[in-house]
């Protein structure tokens, strides 16, 4: 393809499928860089902190905050104030002047699922048609990333500011492969502020045909034991939904799998939640966990339920499977006790969670973790999780998409 023809994103998929894994995103931002004459392309991928992008490159080192590992390079970004946060947030590309280039910059997102951003400098101010193809472009680089990621620990890598511990090792496996969905009738993001002392939290997510299930634990202790504890809850849990058991039963199933299988006196604490996207009614199995949080017409309150013991406790015992009451417009955040910590007790989630009411789940969870390190001075004592899901109700249909992300789900919930 000669230069200035525009973008072809079908010939940027087959130059990735003929490259390693590993050099899938340099094949996409040197063929990128031919298509529209740019002087330079990048891509920053989100760091697992939430709080940074991390630019990936095989570059020399020099830059402050720059990681190398053999030839790769990964400069870490700090996020707050910079045009990076102003482009996720908005997942809007942003266009300027520097210098005799121009730069553009452009979100990667898939279903909501914030990657990471491209970064583009021109000779000339780029047209509205080039930056529309930029964007098409970036969305499909989403899909490279998700794909290549499968074959090789570069992206796993480069989003590792800072090093994990072994039981944070083990806890990052049971988390979903993406933290934020956006679908028809509901969008939902979840973020795990881990202590210094792994505590072993967990959240996870899946959709089938019919329904969404959702599930957030806490496993009692923390480091390697709590982690092994975490794993498994969430293995019992995967095993039984997958092998078709109703919420009742994989609920069972977990607290039978923990009574057998770890050591006596652990215990998981946590909460099933499974919508029926047909009739838009949910139910709820509470094992011991605190109450989610509802925003509804501006007004934050808790969610009662009936508690039963925690899984792992009494599996002779049944669990109880409740109504939870669900209408369009509702935000509901579910949490662990960490963000009730002693000494996050300066923390008012009810609070937060109202003055976030313009924001996108996946800032809503952000802004509610860098609220508890706030309160506790980064001395998080252990684990902060929260899933944040925005109900809009209706019946199942397809999702208003733009290049990832749906364009009227960057504020709050709708009716």
């Known amino acids: 393809m000669e230069r200035g023809d525009g973008i072809d994103v079908g010939a940027l998929l087959e130059l990735v499928e003929s490259a390693p894994p590993v050099d899938a995103v340099d094949a996409v931002a040197a063929a990128l860089a031919d298509m529209v004459g740019a002087r330079e392309v990048s891509f920053l991928i989100a760091d697992f902190s939430g709080r940074a992008v991390v630019r990936l490159s095989t570059a020399a080192a020099g830059r402050d905050g720059t990681r190398s590992s053999g030839v790769e390079r990964a400069e870490t970004v700090p996020l707050p104030g910079s045009r990076f946060e102003r482009v996720l947030r908005s997942q809007l590309p942003e266009v300027e002047a520097v210098g005799d280039s121009w730069r553009v910059t452009v979100p990667v997102t898939d279903r909501g699922d914030a990657i990471g951003l491209i970064e583009l400098l021109l000779p000339a101010e780029p047209s509205a048609g080039t930056v529309a193809e930029v964007r098409t472009a970036a969305h499909a680089l989403g899909y490279i990333v998700i794909a290549a990621r499968r074959h090789t620990d570069l992206f796993e890598w480069g989003q590792r500011s800072a090093p994990f511990a072994l039981a944070a090792e083990i806890q990052r496996r049971l988390l979903p492969a993406a933290y934020t969905c956006e679908a028809g009738q509901f969008t939902l993001a979840g973020w795990l502020e881990p202590a210094a002392s792994v505590g072993g939290d967990t959240f996870d997510y899946t959709l089938d045909r019919g329904c969404l299930h959702l599930s957030i634990t806490d496993a009692v202790g923390h480091q390697v034991p709590a982690s092994l504890l975490a794993t498994l809850l969430v293995g019992a849990l995967r095993n039984g939904r997958r092998r078709g058991l109703d919420l009742a039963g994989q609920a069972t199933n977990a607290g039978t799998a923990l009574a057998q299988e770890a050591p006596p006196g652990q215990f998981v604490t946590g909460q099933l939640l499974r919508i029926d996207l047909g009739t838009g009614s949910a139910a709820i199995v509470n094992a011991g966990h605190p109450f989610p949080l509802r925003l509804r017409d501006g007004r934050v309150e808790e969610v009662e339920l009936a508690i039963d013991p925690p899984f792992g406790v009494t599996p002779e015992a049944p669990y109880r ?49 860098a609220a508890v390190l706030s309160a506790t001075g980064g001395d998080l004592r252990d684990d902060a999780t929260m899933v944040c899901l925005d109900w809009y109700g209706g019946p199942q249909r397809p999702r208003e998409t733009e290049h990832g992300a749906d364009p009227g789900r960057t504020s709050a919930p709708r009716p």
Request: proline share 6%; charged share 25%.
């Open 321 to 369: 499977v409740q109504s939870f009451p669900l209408e369009p417009g509702d935000r509901l955040v579910f949490l662990t006790d960490g963000m009730q910590e002693r000494n996050a007790a300066t923390l008012d989630v009810a609070r937060a969670l109202a003055e976030t009411a313009d924001l996108h789940p996946r800032e809503v969870v952000h802004a509610l973790g």
